[in-house]
T-cell receptor
Framework: SQTIHQWPATLVQPVGSPLSLECTVE??????LYWYRQAAGRGLQLLFYSVGIGQISSEVPQNLSASRPQDRQFILSSKKLLLSDSGFYLCAWSVLTGNTGELFFGEGSRLTVL | AQSVTQLDSHVSVSEGTPVLLRCNYS??????LFWYVQHPNKGLQLLLKYTSAATLVKGINGFEAEFKKSETSFHLTKPSAHMSDAAEYFC???????????FGTGTRLKVLA
């Protein structure tokens, strides 16, 4: 069966420090991978998605970047965190089957920037 | 263009009474529609999905939703609320064959004892 791992689960970082959140998927090949951010009491904002190794699409210009160094690994990074980067970050994957496919989510990473 | 509107940001029901969470969508194509549930500080879990098969879709934990094209709606229902149903619920639309999913702003369900 497929599983998705996301870490760290919680992170407290000072303003201006770097960030690296990692996500790996097991049990499937060539998934579409996504990073979402959820601010307190808000809906989900799509940050990045990737349809293959090295292919990254950015939805919102911001202080973050994403990379996909391996088929089932997706990394969210920042060189210098801002207060506004605080939030709950969710990694997700999907595989299009017969023209449709649902998203499967990790457990999330809560980032607090102080 | 696609969009989804969840008509209620908060819904409160008593335990044992029916649940109705409303969702309207807009899509230029025949959409795929999903409902997800999120408990505090957790990831999202799929409740059910509509993918152009039966218009009445049954999901996990006794939830179901009906796709009504004429009303562009996909409302989520459950006959009898349980305390464990208290969570946030998201309606999602996707155009088949694309990589993008559009999320509603969520409905927080409170279940009263």
């Amino acid at each position: 069966s497929q599983t998705i791992h996301q870490w760290p689960a919680t992170l407290v970082q000072p303003v201006g420090s770097p960030l690296s959140l990692e996500c790996t998927v097991e049990g499937t090949s060539n998934p579409n991978l996504y990073w979402y951010r959820q601010a307190a009491g808000r809906g989900l904002q799509l940050l990045f998605y990737s349809v293959g190794i090295g292919q990254i699409s950015s939805e919102v210009p911001q202080n973050l970047s994403a990379s996909r160094p391996q088929d089932r690994q997706f990394i969210l990074s920042s060189k210098k965190l801002l207060l506004s980067d605080s939030g709950f970050y969710l990694c997700a994957w999907s595989v299009l089957t017969g023209n449709t496919g649902e998203l499967f989510f990790g457990e999330g990473s809560r980032l607090t920037v102080l | 263009a696609q969009s989804v509107t969840q008509l209620d940001s908060h819904v409160s029901v008593s335990e044992g009474t029916p649940v109705l969470l409303r969702c309207n969508y807009s899509s230029s194509y025949s959409p795929s529609l999903f409902w997800y549930v999120q408990h505090p500080n957790k990831g999202l879990q799929l409740l059910l999905k509509y993918t152009s098969a039966a218009t009445l879709v049954k999901g996990i934990n006794g939830f179901e939703a009906e796709f009504k094209k004429s009303e562009t709606s996909f409302h989520l229902t459950k006959p009898s609320a349980h305390m464990s149903d208290a969570a946030e619920y998201f309606c999602v639309v996707s155009t088949p064959g694309t990589y993008k999913y559009i999320f509603g702003t969520g409905t927080r369900l409170k279940v009263l004892a």
